[in-house]
C-alpha cells in the first residue's frame, strides 16, 4: 500500500486554489492653504512623493490654482504613510499643509 496517491495531490491543489484579488486603491491629495509656500510644497512632492522637479511643479501649481492636487495612488497603508509623513513636516516646519487620502 502506497500513502502517495499522485491523483489526490491534483484534487487536492485545485480545491484549495483562490483567486486573488488586488487591494483597493487610494488617491493621496494635497490641499491648497493661504501659509504653505510653494516651494515647500515643491518639496513634499519631491522628497515624499518621489516627483521629479518638472512633475512637482506641475502638481503644485494645481494645488494652487484647483485648491487640491493629486499627489500619487497607492494600497491603504502606504497612502496612510504619505499622508502622515506629509502632516508631520509640515507641522515641523510651521505650516498648515493638508494632506488627505480618498479611496479610487
Same mark, same amino acid.
Given at each position: 500500500?502506497?500513502?502517495?496517491?499522485?491523483?489526490? #495531490?491534483?484534487e487536492?491543489f485545485?480545491?484549495?486554489?483562490?483567486?486573488?484579488?488586488?487591494?483597493?486603491?487610494?488617491?493621496?491629495?494635497?490641499?491648497?492653504?493661504?501659509?504653505t509656500?510653494?516651494?515647500?510644497?515643491?518639496?513634499i512632492?519631491?522628497?515624499?512623493?518621489?516627483?521629479?522637479? #518638472?512633475?512637482?511643479?506641475?502638481?503644485?501649481?494645481?494645488?494652487?490654482?484647483a485648491?487640491?492636487?493629486?499627489c500619487?495612488?497607492?494600497?491603504?497603508?502606504?497612502?496612510?504613510?504619505?499622508?502622515?509623513?506629509?502632516?508631520?513636516?509640515?507641522k515641523?516646519?510651521?505650516?498648515?499643509?493638508?494632506?488627505?487620502?480618498?479611496?479610487?
Amino acid at each position: 500500500m502506497s500513502k502517495d496517491n499522485p491523483a489526490n #495531490e491534483s484534487e487536492i491543489f485545485s480545491e484549495t486554489r483562490e483567486d486573488v484579488t488586488e487591494p483597493p486603491l487610494y488617491r493621496v491629495v494635497l490641499i491648497n492653504d493661504n501659509y504653505t509656500t510653494m516651494d515647500f510644497v515643491v518639496e513634499i512632492l519631491m522628497s515624499v512623493f518621489r516627483k521629479p522637479f #518638472e512633475e512637482a511643479t506641475r502638481i503644485m501649481l494645481n494645488v494652487h490654482r484647483a485648491g487640491v492636487g493629486i499627489c500619487g495612488v497607492y494600497t491603504y497603508e502606504v497612502a496612510e504613510t504619505k499622508v502622515d509623513t506629509v502632516h508631520h513636516l509640515a507641522k515641523e516646519n510651521g505650516y498648515p499643509l493638508k494632506c488627505s487620502m480618498e479611496k479610487e
